[in-house]
């Protein structure tokens, strides 16, 4: 038997729509301006360039419907995005098979404490530390494949106390989902459990406490988290 020096940390465990079995998290990986109307509003090319990750860890996905504040930041953004989780995984995926990894999907939001980005963006430095702190990504029900097959024209919205903020379709991402798996497994053998984060659409912004956040996407069902 296997004894180790510290306690076992903690296995994410996400919930899965008509069951109680949980989906275990393994990795994270988001991509960065996945639709040509955020890469503008961020004063980027909207044109396709080879796509690019930063990671969050398996910890920070949370479905509680509560988002603390984080601490050292004025200026948390939200980015609505659909998540994708994986049942296996492997190197060198061909595009064509790409979907016969995916489990199912969730909607999801990727917090970012924007100033601290930008500070790091200003110094050439990582982004992790405005993308990957605590309860960063506030994840919604899996719906498994087996019950709702896959699709690339659904609709992802996001309200702020019920004022439409974000409004796109899965159509409008310059890479879709079966090319992101083939890509990062490329450069990562991808696993089980890894989750990938679809990227946002155009009207990011700014939330306080007190805020109520509602994602929703077609087929998917709805996220609501309040900001505490």
């Known amino acids: ?54 990671q969050k860890n398996a910890n920070n996905l949370d479905s509680s419907g509560i988002f603390p504040y984080p601490s050292h930041s004025n200026d948390v953004h939200y980015e609505a995005e659909v998540a994708v ?20 999907y969730a909607v999801s939001l990727d917090m970012t404490r924007r100033d601290l980005q930008g ?26 494949v087996e019950n709702i097959g896959h699709f690339e024209d659904t609709t992802i919205k996001l309200k702020v106390n019920g004022n439409l903020k974000q409004k796109g379709n899965l159509n409008q991402m310059i890479w879709k989902v079966p090319e ?22 155009s009207g990011v912004g700014p939330i306080v406490r007190g805020d109520v956040m509602e994602v929703s996407a077609t087929g998917l069902g709805s996220l609501r988290v309040i900001v505490t």
């Open 119 to 144: 500070e790091q963006k200003k110094m050439g430095r990582p982004w992790e530390i405005g993308k990957a702190f605590e309860r960063s990504a506030p994840v919604g029900l899996i719906h498994s």
């Open 1 to 54: 038997m296997t004894t180790y020096a510290i306690e076992l940390p903690s296995i994410v465990g996400l919930p899965i729509l008509g069951t109680d079995a949980l989906f275990p998290v393994r990795r994270v990986y988001c991509i960065g301006r996945n639709y040509a109307s955020h890469a503008i509003e961020m004063g980027h090319n909207p044109d396709r360039e080879p796509p690019f990750f930063f």
């Open 180 to 201: 992101m798996i083939s890509y990062l497994s490329e450069y990562f053998e991808l696993g089980a459990g890894d989750v990938i984060l679809s990227g946002t659409p």
């Open 85 to 104: 989780m994986l049942k296996k995984g492997g190197a060198n995926i061909e595009l064509d098979k790409a979907l016969d990894h995916v489990f199912g």
